[in-house]
Structures are given as C-alpha cells and as structure tokens.
C-alpha cells in the first residue's frame, strides 16, 4: 500500500471516527446549489474517491476556484463533517501544487485546508523550513487567516516530532521560532494535534486516551506553556468517544471538578477552555452552551470565564458571529460587560490585566 493510500485512509478514519461519535447526522454530501453531487466521503472509498474528484477539479479549474466550488458543494454538512473533508482537499491540494496552495486555504471548515496542506508539506521537507513557512503565512493572509495558517504549522510540526512528551515539547519550542506568531496559534495547533491526533500518521490509534491524570502533560511544561496547555485539555476531555453513552452534561460537571482540582494558577485557562469548546459540541445553540457552562461552573466567576470563551469561540465562526452575544445574557451586568469584552479581545486565553468582576 502506498504512502498516499495510507494518508487517504487516515481521512477516512476522521470522518468514521465522526460518524461514531454521532456526528454525522445526513447522509447526502452535496448541496442543491451546485451543479454537481459531490462525492460521499463517509466510507474508505468514497475518501478515495473525493480525493480523485477534488485532485481533477483542481487541475481543471485551479486551486482557488476549485476551493470556492468544494465549499459550496459541501455547505450542508455539520462543522465536524467539513473540517474532516477540509482535510480531504487539503491532501488534495498538497499534491496538486504543494506549497503555493498556501494562498487557497482559509479559515472555512474550521481550518481543515490548512491543517493538511501543512501536514503534508512539513512531512515532506522537515523543519528547516518552519521560519519560512510562518513569513509566507504573514505575507499572504489578513488577521484573520493568518491564525489558521500559524495553527496548522503548528499541527504539522507535531505530526512531523510525533505523539510524545518529549516531541511536544520539542514542537512548542520550534513553534516560537516563528516570527509573526504573536497570539501563540502555532503552539496552540500543536497542543491540539497532540491531543487529539487529528493528521493521523500510520498505525496510529487515534485519539490521544484519558488516562490517571487528567492534567498530563501540562504541568510537566514551563509556566507560560501550561497555561496554553490547560486551555486546551477541556477540548481533549470532552471528546465523546471517551465517555460512551454519557451526556455532555455529565461531561462538564465532571471537567469542572478538573478544573477547581488543578493548580491555581491554571484554573482560570481551564474554565474558559471549557467555554471555548462548548458551542462546538452542541452546533452553536447558544441556549445549550450556557446550560454547559452552567454545569462545570460552581459559582459565578467560573461561569463568567466559561461564558466569555463560548461567546468567543462562537464569534469566530463567521456564519454565526452575530448570535455570539446571546452567550452573554443575562449574566450580572460587570461580567455581561466582561464577556462581550472578551469577545473581541482576539486572543485565545484572556488578554492581561483584564479579568471578570467576580475576581
């Protein structure tokens, strides 16, 4: 089997791995809109298929329009279901026309292109050409874009040093080498990648499991990254394979119990990690992720900071910004005034000297 065989498989896997997990929820891939039905991606050979779809459009159309095209026909899926397809196009792209495809990805489908075309091109020439990577990220990319293009170097990095502490650790250094990085994305990606094996390499099982210590790695980081690390472990616990059969419910209360247990300094990137990953889980109904923050929150500055990260998180979707303030109702009128800071505040862990009233 060859190695392009193998990385169309690992796709396939992402997107049974979501149908486990109940996340896809219709079974027609294409969108009434378009002039064609897109290839269903949702067996081994529909991914093989979709990347031969995707590898001639790309050809006949060229990579931009072709993108413009994928997008739509795929606009009908749920986030979980696109940002694994996104990964589909990615390879696609990779392969097609490599490192010039840079300037095709955007933040659509939560940043699945960029995860995958980075994957593959640090795959193929090492980390020599990391500082590289993040100039042509800066020259190309507005504000906006640039976070994901800094976030996927940061999972191809990972990918590339593999899923160990020690590579981890290794990543987050060669993370800082980057040059227009200013937010940390490239560290948060890789931190993400660690977690959550997204960009699979060969005979690997997926999802990094819960173990004893539900704070590992992070403490054994330097203080800076363990904060990062902390904001992001609420994203790796959640994960519904981890807990069959149980509700999301059950799930933030019980990462609430982690977060008031971890060291004190942490527990305030912890409770908004929580926000931050909470409308993801419940496709962006507001209603919902207050209820989720309301369950991993003992008293009220917890809620706050699980609140002011959702309202965030929920902002940066493009198609649902405007709905992202309802996250902030009805909160004390000093921590309503907090969160909707928060909310433009553009960094991923809350912005120093700026905390909530409840402090």
């Not at 031969?52 to 006949?60: A, L, N, P, S």
Request: with cysteine; proline share 6%.
């Amino acid at each position: 089997m060859s190695r392009r065989e193998v990385k169309r498989q690992i796709v396939a896997a992402l997107i049974l791995a979501a149908l486990a997990a109940g996340f896809f929820l219709i079974p027609y891939i294409g969108s009434p809109n378009v002039h064609f039905v897109a290839p269903d991606i949702t067996t081994p050979e529909g991914v093989s298929r979709g990347h031969q779809f995707w590898m001639g459009e790309i050809e006949r159309l060229g990579g931009t329009e072709a993108y413009a095209e994928f997008l739509q026909a795929y606009a009908n899926l749920t986030l979980p279901q696109q940002h694994a397809a996104g990964h589909l196009f990615g390879e696609a792209l990779s392969e097609r026309v490599g490192i010039d495809g840079l300037a095709v990805c955007d933040s659509s489908f939560q940043y699945g292109c960029f995860h995958s075309l980075f994957g593959y091109v640090i795959q193929a020439q090492g980390l020599s050409g990391i500082a590289a990577l993040g100039q042509k990220c800066f020259e190309t990319f507005d504000a906006v874009n640039v976070v994901g293009c800094n976030h996927g170097i940061g999972h191809g990095i990972q990918l590339y040093l593999g899923y160990n502490v020690e590579g981890l650790k290794k990543a987050l250094t060669t993370c800082k080498e980057l040059s227009h990085d200013p937010l940390g994305d490239c560290i948060n990606g890789a931190i993400m990648e660690y977690n959550l094996h997204t960009m699979r390499g060969p005979g690997d099982e997926g999802l990094r499991p819960l173990g004893d210590d539900p704070f590992f790695p992070c403490l054994e980081l330097s203080k800076e990254d363990s904060r990062v690390c902390l904001f992001w472990q609420p994203q790796w616990w959640a994960q519904p394979t981890h807990y069959p059969g149980v509700t999301f419910s059950v799930i933030f209360t019980q990462m609430g119990r982690w977060c008031r247990s971890a060291p004190s300094a942490l527990r305030e990137p912890c409770f908004e990690g929580i926000g931050y990953v909470a409308p993801m889980l419940v496709a962006y109904d507001m209603q919902k992720t207050i209820a989720l923050c309301q369950d991993a929150a003992s008293r009220q500055y917890e809620e706050t900071l699980c609140r002011a990260a959702a309202a965030s998180s929920a902002f940066a979707e493009s198609t649902i910004r405007t709905k992202a303030m309802a996250i902030c109702e009805g909160l004390p009128q000093a921590d309503k005034d907090y969160c909707a800071f928060y909310i433009h505040a553009a960094v991923v862990i809350s912005p120093k000297g700026a905390r909530p009233p409840a402090l």
